[in-house]
């Protein structure tokens, strides 16, 4: 992370949110670490055939360390059956720990095998990306 990152992830981290409802406040700080990156994360999400793409975890609730927390996102990715999607879902993970400079846990839809997992995500998985295509299906 540059300096001026880390001093926007440390200013958004220090904001009054408790009066907020519970994953409802990350459109205004989501920690910054997505806000920061918006342009760049739809740019990779179109790219790498990415139709929507949302946080979970530390990430979105306000105990993520800005110096240690890993970052964990689950991705619904178009044409999954067509030649290069495993390059496609390789790559996009990598891209977004360059861009995040940190751990990146990418995960989809699919590899979901617990349904208290599942259940969870439903509850607390916060967009941060959402594709014309997909949201119109």
Known sequence: MTGNSDLEV?????LHLDSLPP???LAIAL???F??????IA???EKYGVLKLSAFGSSVREDFD??????DV??????TREPGYSDRYLNFALSL??????????????????????????????????????QAA
């Open 10 to 14: 440390k200013s958004a981290a220090s």
């Open 97 to 134: 720990e360059r861009l995040f400079g940190r751990k990146v846990d990418l995960l989809t839809p699919g590899s979901i095998r617990n349904p208290r997992f599942a259940a969870t995500l439903d509850r607390e998985a916060v967009p941060i990306y959402e594709s014309e295509d997909h």
């Open 31 to 33: 920690n910054a670490l």
């Open 43 to 45: 740019r990779l999400c």
């Open 66 to 71: 800005p110096m240690t927390s890993d970052v």
């Open 74 to 79: 689950i991705a619904v990715f178009g044409l």
């Open 23 to 25: 994953f409802r406040h």
């Open 35 to 40: 806000s920061i990156h918006a342009d760049e």
